[in-house]
């Protein structure tokens, strides 16, 4: 038989399109619409020099050890009804190999206001802690030595006042603020945007970001400042590539602000940090971890000009997707967990959050909470992937999806600039119609089946059988009102009151807010009256609708 | 003169503190495009606000969005609302992240119906139509 | 209230005894030289119109005034339905029992304006307001609508919307009794306002020169002066018997408006319901001939 010499690509090319092709679900592009071809080669590897990581602009990473120096942190995101409870679980939590603290505060805390206020009814601990004063926090840290460990706190609006409690409290602990170290979300743009925690309007609301970077940046060094967060953006609904060129204009929102405070960029900017979403559409998300690193060393050296390496090292926390879980065979989260996690940690996080199982349906059980920090264990110590730093780079597929991330973030970032900047382009709607538009569009995919979710869409069961969830216990509530009249009654009200007096003068001037809020917050203020005093000066906002 | 087919008209929003809009803007949408007039009055409404905006609509429907866990208290304060406006009339369903017990409870509270996450679209206009076959369009 | 709500859903639905509401309210109403006043807003999307009809409702409210709004989106024209959003501006207002606010789709009337917000607004002026706000979005030709209804029109323009007052569309220049550039605190305002300031002046003389007022509407700041304007033009409709010239075209308009939709209903029904005369038509080609004879020959029951 005659042997003809071919061209292998031409070959498979060939072979390829005279095989049967599946009929069943093929994901032929990810969540954000990029094509998924069949096969990648070297042709498709973009054209640059070799990366390493540790260095500009890296793309492999920002260490040059990886995880070989330093694993990630692991961080879960927990907080439930009294500082009492909480107290209880995040010291479960650290004897059982948790690295760091983060925690989860409840709605009317994340809003600004008391457990006792009317709007507060119903809501007192279900998704979080309360934190009403002063008092309360010192209960949340009670036996924890915040000199020792690390802490993230997710909160916006009022994230300056939580920031000043658990610095009163380190106080009372007889650690200074200059050996704290932690994370505050404090991230108000994106409230705007997606997930709507907003209280004052933009200006007054930048300027406290502002002030708190400022005020850290002298008195409190190793705080991370803000993390400037994608995963409430993806979660409301956007694609990947949205979430990615979004967040990240946000982060040069927040430069900006700074500078024209009159910053210098070296002294703010290596306590930025991001906050991203692992989502399950695997490979597109590794690449947009890539991607963010690449950009963000891009803009900080060559844009703004930044002199020291650590302003142009994007540092981020993951959390793998809360959208993706399901209330059907919620078993199956954890799975879901696991490779989402696996793609953070292949993306080179620095900390990383693995949701619980239950957690479509409640805040999760001991139990639930446990098992998804095995899973972190598991990827960290059974899988191998830690050992060898950005393992999938120069994989044909990574480098491709990683180059058109970059590609549509700085096509979104041109618009984004036409517009006028990020918060003119809130003020007209235009990010919160892009996402949803493209949580609807998602929502048809669902529908019309072009893109499965186990046990939702496909692969159902009938019975489904109950599981087990966390109930917050209803008298949580009245116990919270009593524990905030007694801090009201045992506190020297008049300087309580001075201290709102001159935190409202303050705020209606320029000077940096957060020595004031500290004031207050010494004195045992609570929360809802020092968002309120400020609001008698910054007034609320009411957003545009965009549906 | 023929009367004219009115479409139903209903009224949806979130009620307390809790910001997570995607739901309720998706579910909108679905049902503007099933021929719906859908009133969004947006976040962070009290019961009586959501009550007065379906009274001055002369909305027949009232959707509630809620992930915050405070569904036990704000769905039975809108039944509430809606029998001292002297307005039963009006019905109510809902979505969010509410545990199945607590379906049974507020089902038997003056809720009509709870869609849980993950409920397809269709099955939500499905069962308005069900429930308003008059008004039925395309 | 649920009463004037439900009356309005009738005037929307058309039903029949929308006839006695009409009687009714003929009867019961104030008298003609004391009409409800009826002031139209009227811009392109982004022109921050709910906020600026938010700022006026709460300066009215702080005047001891009652106010109804009548705000209205377009109804998709293929599925019929709508989201009708722009209460959400006015959440300040929300349970204050004298505003009354009431989101209307346009229902396919191409103008934006469905013949139900006519009736509507007598509606309103008859429950006793003493002010009704009507807020469309300028598209198509609802600006025109507008006009057809309101005593004073008021068009909403913004400095960031890319395009110069050149490209405003056609006839929006004409309709304006009152214009507001909102956003009064962006780059671009003073340009758009000269623009329009050289328009107007290159515009035919008329008895009523619309003034620009510039506003921010999320600080109220120029809604004073924006309703000085209005009333200002008010007075000049009585003072120049225009009150009663429009008044009484608007009826007629109307009157025209009602006759063309119970055409349109009749020759619907008549298709509908009978196929010898469909099959005749499609077979002919024929739908001048056609609409003559049931126009003609059909009647309403």
């Known amino acids: 038989m005659k042997v003809r010499a071919r061209d292998p690509k031409q070959a498979w090319q060939e072979e390829f399109e005279s095989s049967p092709v599946r009929e069943d679900g093929i994901e032929t592009s990810t969540i954000s619409g990029i094509p998924l071809e069949p096969l990648y080669t070297s042709a498709d590897l973009p054209r640059r020099a070799e990366e390493y ?50 925690v989860a505060f409840d709605m009317p805390t994340l809003m600004g206001q008391d457990s006792d206020a009317p709007t507060s009814r119903g809501e007192v601990g279900h998704c979080g802690v309360a934190i009403d004063s002063l008092a309360d926090m010192e209960t949340l840290f009670e036996g924890i030595p915040l000199g020792d460990i690390t802490t993230s706190m997710t909160i916006n609006s009022p994230a300056a006042i939580l920031l000043c409690m658990y610095i009163a409290v380190a106080e009372e602990q007889g650690v200074p603020a200059s050996k704290l170290g932690g994370t505050l979300q404090n991230d108000i743009l994106k409230e705007f945007i997606a997930q709507k925690e907003f209280i004052f309007p933009p200006a007054p609301s930048m300027r406290l970001v502002v002030d708190s970077i400022e005020y850290c940046a002298r008195e409190v060094p190793k705080w991370n400042t803000i993390s400037i967060s994608g995963y409430h953006i993806r979660e409301a609904g956007s694609t990947a590539a949205q979430e990615l060129a979004f967040t990240l204009a946000d982060g040069m929102a927040y430069v900006d602000a700074c500078l024209e405070r009159g910053m210098h960029i070296d002294d703010f900017a290596s306590r930025l940090s991001f906050f991203f979403d692992a989502h399950i559409d695997f490979f597109e ?61 292949l993306g080179g996080t620095q900390s990383l959050h693995t949701n619980a199982m239950d957690e479509v349906l409640a805040l999760p059980t001991d139990k639930a909470a446990r098992l998804a920090l095995r899973t972190q264990q598991l990827l960290a110590y059974e899988t191998g992937v830690a050992s060898t730093i950005d393992p999938l780079g120069g994989s044909y597929l990574v480098e491709a999806l990683t180059d058109e991330m970059e590609r549509q973030a700085e096509a979104y970032f041109k618009r984004i600039e036409e517009i006028g900047g990020v918060i003119p382009a809130i003020e007209v709607g235009f990010f919160q ?21 186990v046990g939702v869409n496909d692969f159902t069961v009938e019975d489904e059988q109950a599981i087990e969830i966390l109930r917050i216990d209803p008298r949580l509530e009245s116990e919270q009102a009593e524990r905030i ?63 | 003169m023929a009367t004219a087919v009115r479409p139903v008209r209903i009224v949806v929003a979130k009620v307390g503190l809790d910001g997570h809009d995607r739901g309720v803007k998706v579910v909108a949408r679905a049902l503007r495009d099933a021929g719906y007039e859908v009133i969004y009055t947006g976040l962070r409404q009290t019961p009586e606000m ?57 089902k038997k509270n003056g809720v009509e ?20 076959p008059e008004s039925a369009t395309k | 209230m649920r009463a004037l709500a439900r009356a309005i859903t009738l005037v929307e639905r ?127 030709q609802s600006e025109l609508e507008v006009a057809a209804v309101a005593d004073t029109t008021v068009v909403v323009l913004t400095p960031n919307l890319g395009d110069s007052v050149q490209m405003i569309k056609a006839g929006i220049l004409e309709i304006a009794d009152v214009f507001v550039v909102n956003k009064a605190d962006i780059d671009g305002h003073g340009r758009v306002v000269a623009e329009l300031r050289t328009m107007l002046n290159m515009a035919p003389k008329a008895s009523w020169k619309p003034p620009i007022i510039p506003t921010v509407a999320t600080r109220q700041e120029g809604v004073e002066q924006l309703w000085e304007a209005i009333l200002a033009h008010r007075s000049h409709l009585e003072r120049t018997g225009k009150a009663k010239e429009l008044s009484e075209r608007r009826l007629r308009d109307e009157t025209v408006e009602v006759a063309a939709e119970l055409a349109r209903e009749r020759t619907r029904r008549a298709l509908r319901e009978d196929p010898a005369l469909t099959e005749r038509l499609l077979k002919e080609g024929t739908p001048y001939r056609t609409a003559e004879e049931i126009l003609r020959t059909r009647t309403d029951n």
């Not at chain 2, 609509?57 to 039944?79: K, R």
């Open chain 2, 113 to 132: 119906e709870i869609f849980t996450p993950g409920t397809p679209l269709q099955e939500i206009v499905d069962w308005l139509r069900q429930r308003f």
């Open chain 2, 50 to 106: 959501v009550v007065d905006a379906a009274l001055q609509e002369d909305a027949q429907v009232i959707g509630l969005s809620i992930h915050s866990g405070a569904h036990m208290t704000l769905f039975p304060a809108v039944v509430e609302e809606l029998k001292r406006r002297k307005a039963t009339d009006i019905i109510v369903f809902g979505g969010g992240i509410i545990p199945d017990d607590d379906i049974a409870a507020l």
């Open chain 1, 285 to 345: 998300e590794i690449a947009k971890f890539r991607a963010a690193r690449r950009i963000w060393a891009r803009w900080m050296r060559e844009r703004y000009g930044a002199q020291q390496e650590r302003s142009w090292k994007l540092r981020f926390h993951t959390q793998t997707a809360g959208v993706s879980l399901t209330a059907q065979q919620p078993e199956l989260n954890i799975a879901r967990t696991a490779v989402e996690a696996l793609a953070a940690v």
């Open chain 3, 14 to 140: 058309r039903d029949p005894s929308i006839r006695d509401l009409e009687e009714a309210v003929r009867n019961d109403t104030r008298s003609d030289t004391n009409p409800v006043g009826v002031t139209g807003f009227t811009g392109a999307p982004g022109t921050g119109k709910s906020t600026l009809v938010d700022a006026v409702v709460t300066l009215l409210r702080t005047r001891e005034q009652s106010v109804a709004v009548l705000a209205t989106d377009p109804n998709s024209p293929f599925t019929g339905g709508a989201i009708l959003g722009d209460r959400i501006r006015m959440q300040r207002h929300a349970l204050d029992p004298k505003v009354f606010i009431r989101s209307m789709g346009a229902r396919g009337h191409l103008g934006g304006l469905s013949l139900a917000s006519r009736e509507a607004i007598r509606l309103l002026g008859a429950f006793g307001f003493d002010q009704v706000v009507v807020e469309t979005v300028g598209v198509g």
């Open chain 1, 433 to 453: 119609k892009e996402i949803a538009d493209a949580a609807f569009r998602y929502q048809q995919e669902l529908e019309q089946k072009r893109r499965i979710v």
């Open chain 1, 485 to 547: 009249s007694e801090v009201r009654r045992k506190r020297d009200q008049a300087r309580c009151s001075n201290a709102l007096n001159r935190l409202r003068k303050a705020a209606a001037g320029t000077d940096n807010l957060m020595p004031y809020i500290l004031d207050a917050v010494r004195a045992y203020a609570t929360e809802g009256e020092i968002m309120h005093t400020m609001v008698e000066v910054f007034g609320t906002y009411t957003e545009t609708a965009v549906v």
């Open chain 1, 53 to 102: 990581p540790g260095q500009f602009p890296y793309t492999r990473g920002i260490h040059p050890s990886g995880y070989r120096g330093r694993l990630w942190t692991m961080r879960q995101f927990s907080g439930f009804a009294t500082a009492e409870e909480t107290n209880r679980r995040y010291k479960y939590l650290l004897a059982n190999g948790q690295t760091g603290l983060s």
